[in-house]
């Protein structure tokens, strides 16, 4: 094990880019996974035998089981104006809307597929794509580095691969819990800056400005209820 010192928390994205700019060029795989995980025994292994059936794939993602039992939605599509407006409406009162069961991607039977993106609490990543597409964005201190990474991924060519045969718990929480005002505006901001970069004609101007008051008056009742 080698820490690498940064001088300060740099987010997530950026603090991974570090590291992995610290490693040879003779590495061609990287784990990037949050320090609040249990790995199930052989979860690497299963991993990197999915890489060979995948030869085209630059992100590999295992099963995430949560502390309860059930299993978290690691793989799903990527948001767009309309299935994030659904899904942040309606994802707190009405779990079973259309907008978050399409977002989410839920199965009662996780199978090996691609995804459009993939958890970044724990991701599988082949070097050469991470190289290739800059690593995570480091605009995105805490949110959303996961999913715009999933996005230029596969617009470069490569594919994201949810692989359910491997297993980890993710005991969520811990690195949020102590600042969870700060990680919700986060999380918003994020949400904004990552659907901003995408809509950009001048069509989309006055829907991304209704979006950023409404992600403001959300943020005033979840850090609220928090």
């Not at 890489?51 to 993602?61: H, K, L, Y």
């Not at 199978?111 to 794509?129: H, I, N, P, Y």
């Not at 297993?167 to 102590?178: E, N, P």
Request: aromatic share 10%; with cysteine.
């Amino acid at each position: 094990m080698r820490l690498v010192p940064t001088g300060g928390n740099l987010g997530y994205g950026t603090a991974a880019n570090i590291g992995v700019a610290e490693l040879d060029d003779s590495v061609g795989w990287v784990v990037v996974c949050n320090p609040d995980l249990e790995w199930e025994p052989g979860a690497l292994d299963t991993l990197l035998d999915a890489a060979t059936r995948w030869p085209d794939a630059g992100a590999f993602g295992p099963l995430i089981n949560e502390p309860d039992g059930s299993v978290y939605p690691s793989a799903r599509l990527l948001p767009s104006i309309g299935r994030g407006i659904g899904h942040a409406v309606f994802g707190k009162i009405w779990r079973g809307n259309p907008w978050t069961r399409a977002y989410r991607q839920e199965s009662d039977t996780p199978a090996e597929r691609t995804a459009e993106w993939l958890s970044g609490s724990c991701l599988l990543l082949r070097r050469e794509a991470f190289d290739a597409v800059g690593g995570f964005d480091r605009r995105y201190f805490m949110y959303f580095e996961d999913v715009d990474l999933g996005d230029r991924l596969g617009k470069a060519g490569w594919q994201n691969v949810y692989v359910p045969s491997a297993a980890v718990m993710h005991l969520q929480g811990h690195s949020t819990g102590k600042e969870s005002a700060r990680m919700l505006a986060a999380h918003h901001d994020s949400a904004y800056r990552y659907l901003a970069d995408r809509y950009t004609s001048p069509l989309a101007k006055p829907m991304l400005a209704a979006i950023r008051v409404g992600l403001k008056v959300r943020l005033k009742l979840a850090t609220r209820s928090s």
